[in-house]
């Protein structure tokens, strides 16, 4: 309408001025035959010459060339209008999508969704990779937490469980307190099997309800109820539908009435001493329960280490207290002769005490006997049995070194001189090593056997096997040493002082631990932050955790992030000890989310360049495809940054195509596979795991068939392949990146072992 318009406008002008002409033609014409201007004079123009008619065409033609060139014109004008306001549109798409990237307001594309232009595509690509690393970002996050969680709990709980061992109901007392308040439960109870009278029965030594102690007497038979029922399976039991009464009839944690019931076995190898009970309103983590299962078994072994302790204190004490009575007795028969009957038949008596004495300690302990010269001369059958004989013919007579580990003959070989020069005894955990060459523990002691005239008679040997606690106490220190491995940690007084730290510790803030010992944490810390410090101090003071990012400063004034979490230690009074403070350097993924912030301000400088730029919108769109050739440059800079923090993590990580072809593999990788990395790059993935696995494990067949769909973002735990054709048990995570619809794989695998811990 607006183009017809203007046509018929500028028609009707060029009629105007084609009459305009030909009247000033007529008037000069006119003029020239000095004649006047009328009718009469132009008709007589047309009667002279027929050309004249020409000029009465003049309206008509120049309307007509006027009416031509507007519709051309104004055809073009639409034209060029409409491809401006296209590319308008375009634009401000562009500057919003910008603006949403800067803003993390990431823009949903459906399926369909056809791309306008190179641009926008790029800027999509751009959006999906940014949000694809904060979604690996807040799991990675998670998991970091969930790992510091579990390693802070085995920590805490290893130091209680080396406090109150002369006390086995106070230590479940403190256990079910502490444990309570770690995973947030609401109730628990901890019962402790008892075996009397040929009876088995769980007996409640230790409850707390909604952070208040109870004291109930109550028991369970074995197989009775949930706790029965848990101890004779052996297995966990959680119960996530509770019904309104199910706690009174079937628990023993009262009236109340939670959403999630867990027992949880206390056992060590397959022996059970009791069982725990939490209730809570919220349902538990499989972290959570993990932790629980785990801790358990270290709370087993503990009270049967202790148990084992408490009953061999008190045999020797009672065989100390049985032998100074019957010296004291022979005494009497030497001084008294006239008493000889009475006293013969009292050493009669205490000589039927004490071989039942010496049945039970058979029928508990490992026992045997040496003479002066070392050799075997009698021995219980759990002496036989612990290490490997068929009976005592086969033993007897062997000197006692030859039952000792070889690394220890020496130091024990003193000791034992030292007890024939005169000693009384001596104890400790002796290695010994059996027929089959396999080594025990057994927790020893050593006595003389005197005669009258106070000569050593023979050597007296009793023991408990503590080989699954020894263990158990080397995988702890292990344990504690992978922690030390892979992450910081650091003990700090109730002053704020250090007091200890790790060598990763040391490493990452450049100092000498001499230098940091007894230095205010505070001061190695960010003066932007110390204000923010002081607040979370007060709160580990009060006994509260944190978690979080700590900003520190290394001794060449360089900044560093931790991400990690403290924990306040406890005396006995409740008095704060020490703080253990546990992180891991996340100063790389801190500056990239600075670099990000920065390449946001650039977007929104470019965003306000673009915004008063009107000359042309072409010359505006040139500009912005340049810049942002140059952020994919710096784009192209980060990942290669990413690539090489993915090469110094300390897990292991590798890169795969679509079709199972390794482009990288990280240094971990190669100490976790054995493989170096050119001997794996471009090969098939399937290299790394066994046929077994591949064929019979959905989540290895995936990753190394392009057929198949990879399962990502699950973490699985698989068995892997080593060079040396050892099979290891791995906890595997896959992520997806796809770029202009060529996709890769990248995998993140941990060791079971540190993971656990």
């Known amino acids: 309408m607006y183009r017809d318009r203007n046509v018929v406008k500028w028609t009707g002008i060029g009629f105007l001025i084609g009459l305009f002409v030909s009247v000033i033609f007529y008037i000069i014409a006119s003029i020239i035959d000095n004649v006047d201007f009328s009718f009469h004079s132009i008709f007589a123009m047309h009667s002279e010459t027929i050309l004249i008619f020409i000029v009465d065409l003049f309206p008509i033609i120049f309307g007509a060339t006027f009416f031509i060139l507007a519709s051309i014109y104004y055809s073009r004008f639409n034209d060029l209008k409409s491809k401006y306001d296209y590319e308008m549109i375009n634009y401000e798409n562009t500057l919003g999508h910008i603006r949403g990237i800067s803003n993390d307001n990431f823009k949903e594309y459906a399926e369909d969704y056809k791309v306008r232009n190179e641009l926008e595509r790029i800027l999509i690509d751009l959006q999906n990779k940014i949000k694809s690393d904060k979604e690996l970002e807040a799991i990675r996050k998670a998991e970091d937490n969930q790992r510091n969680w579990t390693a802070k709990g085995y920590a805490d709980f290893a130091e209680l469980l080396r406090k109150d061992n002369d006390d086995l109901e106070k230590l479940a007392e403190n256990i079910l307190h502490n444990l309570i308040k770690y ?5 628990g109870g901890f019962f402790m099997l008892r075996d009397e009278d040929n009876e088995k029965y769980l007996d409640l030594v230790a409850s707390y309800a909604y952070n208040r102690k109870k004291y109930t007497d109550i028991r369970f038979s074995w197989g009775e109820g949930l706790v029965g029922t848990c101890a004779i399976e052996k297995q966990k039991i959680l119960v996530t539908d509770v019904p309104n009464n199910y706690i009174s009839i079937t628990s023993g944690l009262g009236d109340a009435n939670p959403n999630c019931i867990l027992l949880v076995p206390l056992k060590s190898n397959d022996e059970i001493t009791g069982v725990i009970e939490l209730a809570t309103f919220k349902v538990f983590e499989k972290f959570e329960i993990e932790f629980i299962e785990k801790l358990a078994e270290s709370i087993a072994s503990t009270f049967i280490s202790v148990d084992g302790n408490l009953k061999t204190r008190e045999l020797l004490n009672t065989s100390q207290a049985q032998s100074e009575e019957l010296a004291s007795k022979e005494a009497e028969l030497m001084n008294n002769i006239e008493e000889l009957r009475a006293t013969q038949e009292k050493a009669i008596q205490q000589g039927e005490e004490f071989e039942s004495f010496s049945n039970a300690v058979n029928h508990t302990m490992i026992s045997a006997e040496y003479d002066t010269n070392g050799r075997l001369i009698n021995v219980n059958d759990k002496f036989i049995n612990t290490l490997g004989f068929k009976d005592s013919s086969e033993m007897l007579g062997i000197k006692v070194l030859s039952f000792i580990d070889s690394i220890d003959q020496d130091e024990f070989k003193e000791k034992w001189d030292s007890l024939l020069a005169g000693g009384t005894h001596f104890d400790g955990d002796v290695k010994h090593t059996r027929k089959d060459g396999n080594s025990v523990w057994l927790m020893s002691t050593y006595v003389s056997k005197r005669d009258i005239d106070g000569s050593i008679e023979s050597i007296l040997f009793l023991a408990t096997d503590v080989t699954k606690e020894k263990n158990i106490n080397l995988d702890n220190k292990a344990q504690i040493e992978a922690i030390n491995l892979s992450s910081m ?15 990763r510790f040391l490493e990452n803030l450049k100092y000498q631990k001499k230098d940091i010992i007894n230095k205010r944490i505070r001061n190695i810390m960010s003066s932007e932050l110390a204000s923010e410090f002081d607040e979370d101090w007060k709160n580990l003071l009060n006994g509260e955790s944190y978690k979080g990012v700590m900003q520190f400063v290394d001794s060449n004034m360089n900044d560093k992030w931790f991400q990690g979490a403290a924990s306040s230690i406890k005396d006995y009074y409740g008095n704060i000890e020490k703080v253990i403070y546990i ?13 990000a912030l920065r390449q946001a301000d650039v977007l929104k400088a470019q965003d306000e360049k673009l915004r008063g730029a009107q000359e042309s919108l072409e010359i505006k769109l040139e500009e912005a495809r340049s810049e942002m050739k140059e952020q994919f440059r710096e784009i192209e800079i980060i990942k290669i940054r990413n690539e090489l923090t993915l090469e110094g993590m300390l897990d292991a990580t590798l890169t795969i195509r679509e079709s199972g072809e390794i482009i990288f593999f ?3 990788a190669e100490e976790l596979w054995g493989y170096s990395k050119s001997e794996v790059t471009n090969q098939q993935i399937k290299m790394l795991f066994s046929e077994e696995v591949l064929k019979n494990d959905d989540f290895a067949a995936s990753l190394a068939n392009e057929d198949k769909q990879k399962i990502v973002g699950v973490r699985q735990e698989v068995e892997i392949l080593t060079k040396t054709k050892e099979e290891e048990s791995v906890l595997m995570l896959v992520s997806e990146a796809n770029v202009q619809g060529n996709k890769t794989y990248t995998l993140f695998v941990q060791s079971i072992e540190i993971e656990m811990f």
């Open 183 to 187: 995973v947030g439960a609401n109730q």
């Open 489 to 503: 940690t650091a003990e700090i007084d109730a002053e704020g002082r250090i007091i200890e730290c790790n060598d």
């Open 583 to 595: 992180a891991n350097d996340v100063t790389d993924q801190k500056l990239l989310e600075i670099e």
């Open 666 to 668: 990280n240094k971990a």
